[in-house]
């Protein structure tokens, strides 16, 4: 399986953006990269996929690096909700998700 | 309405006893998953069950046994329970390959 690289914690500021990365070197040609996240005490929800193209939608936005080795995930404006833990994962299609620990992200008020 | 649900949410217990853990969705999805998150919060997937078949069977112990009534139930029977057994698992279902809804975890503790 292919492998991500997630900083463990990032912090940021209230209502500023929030920019988290992720690294994926051995990402090969027929794997989508997705973003999950797990809020305290509640399973995993999914935020955002892409394949090669940068992608938006009413959570984020997902920018994907144009040799595809590395993609960033872009909170607009980080309110105290958005506190948890992404998850950025690789996955083919059919095969299972394999989480890793992902970025624990703080927002300070 | 609740999309995934799982009961019991807390579940305690001792070493040896057999227990099950339920799950419903209500969505509609052909795809449906049990996963285990441990103490220090990785979270793996156990297995995979597509229409009523499993599909994806990690290296799990075979105390764990997935059972699917129909597509909408996805329970797992756990048998001789262990100290390790102890974490939150985690149902989850799909429809397509790329959003999973997960349900809100059943903390099993076992003493």
């Known amino acids: 399986d292919a492998k991500t690289t997630q900083p463990n914690s990032m912090e940021s500021n209230e209502e500023e953006p929030v920019h988290l990365p992720c690294n994926h070197s051995?990402?090969?040609?027929?794997?989508?990269i997705h973003w999950y996240r797990q809020l305290p005490s509640q399973g995993p929800e999914y935020v955002i996929h892409?394949?090669?193209s940068n992608v938006n939608n009413r959570m984020a936005s997902l920018a994907i690096a144009e040799d595809r080795k590395s993609s960033t995930l872009i909170l607009h404006r980080a309110t105290l909700r958005d506190a948890a833990v992404y998850y950025c994962?690789?996955?083919?299609?059919?095969?299972?998700?394999?989480f890793g620990p992902g970025t624990r992200l703080s927002v300070l008020p | 309405d609740t999309a995934v649900s799982q009961t019991p949410k807390y579940l305690v217990t001792q070493m040896g006893n057999d227990k099950s853990i339920k799950c419903e969705q209500n969505l509609g999805h052909d795809t449906m998953y049990w996963y285990k998150q441990d103490s220090k919060k990785f979270l793996k997937i156990m297995f995979s069950?597509?229409?009523?078949?499993?599909?994806i069977n990690e290296t799990v112990p075979n105390r764990f046994s997935p059972k699917s009534p129909d597509k909408a139930h996805l329970n797992l029977h756990i048998n001789s329970l262990e100290l390790g057994d102890s974490a939150v698992y985690f149902c989850?279902?799909?429809?397509?390959?790329?959003?999973?809804?997960f349900g809100p975890g059943t903390r099993l503790t076992v003493t």
């Open positions: 051995t990402i090969s040609g027929t794997d989508y």
């Open positions: 892409g394949l090669t």
């Open positions: 069950y597509n229409n009523k078949e499993l599909i």
């Open positions: 994962i690789l996955n083919n299609y059919g095969q299972n998700f394999v």
């Open positions: 989850a279902s799909s429809h397509s390959f790329y959003e999973q809804y």
